[in-house]
T-cell receptor
Framework: DTGVSQDPRHKITKRGQNVTFRCDPISEHNRLYWYRQTLGQGPEFLTYFQNEAQLEKSRLLSDRFSAERPKGSFSTLEIQRTEQGDSAMYLC?????????????FGPGTRLTVL | GIQVEQSPPDLILQEGANSTLRCNFSDSVNNLQWFHQNPWGQLINLFYIPSGTKQNGRLSATTVATERYSLLYISSSQTTDSGVYFCAVERGRGSTLGRLYFGRGTQLTVWP
């Protein structure tokens, strides 16, 4: 069990560019979550998948954001036409639902800086 | 959504001291987790505790679901306990099942 991994760990980009982040959940976990954390705040929910189905999206997830989990394993989060306000830590978590506890385990995050 | 309030926002202790962190929430919950965020941003699971009491070494937690609060106790604090402690809850009903709502955290600093 290697835990949740995220790639890249850091990303610096210029405003207007597109960026894509990857998350690999714990292998047997059926749920995968994306959160965003800005300085001094707790993480805020963006979206989650159960297997390959995207079940919920926050209103924070504007039309510039898209997330996929094509085979029910890893997930990608893409931000198009980045803005300075997108600068944040993007966190991925996974859980195994239906086994009595729904503990969410977090990855190390991808820190995005938009110049 | 559900409101999560943590107190105190900041806590400064000397090594060896004990502390209590509080989390109040505004609705019934299915899931409550305590996390420690280290200086590199990694959220480390401490407890999954929607109700009852659990202990793990120097840390223990109690959730009183009927009164909508949870407490995290840290005994004999060490410098490595420094960081931000978050409480997060999953609402117990409605379409928002699955998502965690986080408080703003308690910043703990332990001095040697």
């Amino acid at each position: 069990d290697t835990g949740v991994s995220q790639d890249p760990r850091h990303k610096i980009t210029k405003r207007g560019q597109n960026v894509t982040f990857r998350c690999d959940p714990i292998s047997e976990h059926n749920r995968l979550y994306w959160y965003r954390q800005t300085l001094g705040q707790g993480p805020e929910f963006l979206t989650y998948f159960q297997n390959e189905a995207q079940l919920e999206k926050s209103r924070l997830l504007s039309d510039r954001f898209s997330a996929e989990r094509p085979k029910g394993s890893f997930s990608t989060l893409e931000i198009q036409r980045t803005e300075q306000g997108d600068s944040a830590m993007y966190l991925c978590a996974s859980s195994l639902v239906g086994q009595g506890t729904d503990t969410q385990y977090f990855g190390p995050g991808t820190r995005l800086t938009v110049l | 959504g559900i409101q999560v309030e943590q107190s105190p926002p900041d806590l400064i202790l000397q090594e060896g001291a004990n502390s209590t962190l509080r989390c109040n929430f505004s609705d019934s919950v299915n899931n409550l987790q305590w996390f420690h965020q280290n200086p590199w941003g990694q959220l480390i699971n401490l407890f999954y505790i929607p109700s009852g009491t659990k202990q793990n070494g120097r840390l223990s937690a109690t959730t009183v679901a009927t009164e909508r609060y949870s407490l995290l106790y840290i005994s004999s604090s060490q410098t490595t306990d420094s960081g931000v402690y978050f409480c997060a809850v999953e609402r117990g009903r409605g379409s928002t099942l699955g998502r965690l709502y986080f408080g703003r955290g308690t910043q703990l600093t332990v001095w040697p």
